[in-house]
């Protein structure tokens, strides 16, 4: 047996056979790496939308100059004994008008809008953790303009069904999805509930029917890119709202045409009117109305019924500092069906509305002009734990690039750029406008909180605990005096803060100051105020920054007092 094996030379094919079954191992190996590459293995854990964030406000990029912030020190000045501000600082506050808001426009100045971002280069990804269709217009290299939505308004007005609808007829949610969300909500007996689904992901949200945390997703139409951010409705979670707000370039203020829904939500102690008021304190200044729920059985697209709720809430957003003419718009819809989201409805059920449609209406919005020349700024909202330090928020100003050095204020910790991702896309560079994630390294996530922020190396932001503001009383009980403690909310800054001096009031028509120190400050008043911080809190004056110079101050959950600061002081 042995001499036949030895005759047939087995020991030579069975080496070449061998070498051959290594060299078929090896190529079966790169095979097997390259499939498996093609594969989403990486794909990062789903992480819920990030505005659990008690925080706040900041807003649509301001233009021009005032929008760059300049790194010089504020000069230091004494409190005079006289109770009148130094002439520094007189200078800087102005006067003000009937209207609360528009304290904001003395010292910034609206300018033409233009696209600073048609012709950026989109840098190619390195990887998609979500692997999906590449938009047309950055296959040409073409970089559409990111706009950030916020849908606010009343508890139950409809907020989460539009905004689900949205990404249904923008085809970010298939069908067959939402029939598992309709089968499911059946089941519950919730059945016009499973829209909302698409964004309220929680259990406890979709049980029962209310958001808390602020809901996210993302959209896109021929020519802009938009981020959706679905603000909370109920008065208890108003400090997540304003975490949604402070990210927002462009707000959605969703109504209920319904009989008795829409006079609940606007009476006092709804949240119709104190959605819109820290809308425009956090900075956005367009504002879409939709009435929503005309297809109600109470309504049944009454026209009536539209310009009676246009007619109330005209007066108050006026009010607040909105101009009626340029600043708001109103669409009827119907979120459950979609009707004027998209689409037009037919002409014999609503003759009275031809257009534009909410989608038609957003994308032919001027474009923003947005800093994105000046320094690195982006206030931190959120963060996770994610095989490293991963921090999310909106860039306020500048542009970052990966592998990049930056600073994190106030604890001057420096860190560097490890990876950049927007709207679930990983990229090599982001700018101004953007809401983005971004993977840090040098520092732990026991470090990092909401209000934090990040900026350029060479150009940090100033940190303070005393400040001087300017400061529109709008609603509060009893007086405010030195001693008096709130909440503030700073861009995504929540602080305890206390006021330690009153400098001056200022008479709201002719916008003189009193000559005296006043001893208090009560409803209706405005004032200049000198207010400490319970810690170390990034700040600049507004003149030099606006989206980090406007701040809220809440007490007893309610939003009693908007301001802006003059100058960080300590």
Known sequence: MEATLEGQAAPVSWEQENADSNKGKGDIGDGLETSLSSLNVDAPPFVPSFATLVAAKAQLDEAGDEGQLIPDPPPPHAEQDNGELPNDTVDEVGGTDETPADWEEADVEETNHTDLAEDDEVSEPQSTPKPKKKPKNEEHG???????????????????????????LTGMVDKRTLEKYEREAKEKNRESWYLSWALDTNQEERDKGKTVEVGRAYFET?????????APGHRSFVPNMIGGACQADLAVLVISARKGEFETGFERGGQTREHAMLAKTAGVKHLVILVNKMDDPTVEWAEDRFNECKEKLVPYLKKCGFNPKTDIFFI???????????????????????????LQYIETLPSLNRPVEGPFIMPVVDKYKDMGTVVLGKIESGAVKRNQQLILMPNRKQVEVLTLWTDEEEVNMVSSGDSIKIKLKGVEEEEVQSGFVLCDADNPCTVGK?????????????????GYTAVLHL??????????????LIDKKSGERSKTRPRFVKQDQVAIMRLECSDLTCMESFKKFPQMGRFTLRDEGRTIAIGKILRVVE
């Open 222 to 230: 021929e020519h802009k890119r938009f981020t959706l951010l679905d």
């Open 491 to 504: 861009h995504a800054a929540v602080e305890e803060v206390s006021v330690k001096a009153l400098i001056c």
């Open 332 to 358: 009827p819809c119907s979120g459950l069906t979609g009707a004027f989201l998209r689409d037009l409805l037919d002409e014999k059920t609503c003759p009275w509305y031809r257009g534009p449609s909410l």
């Open 142 to 168: 073409i970089r559409k303009e990111h706009v950030n939505i916020v849908f606010i308004g009343h508890v139950d007005a409809g907020k989460s069904t539009i905004g689900g609808q949205l990404l249904y």
């Open 466 to 482: 005393v400040f001087d503001a300017q400061v529109v009383i709008l609603e509060h009980k009893s007086i405010v005096c030195p």
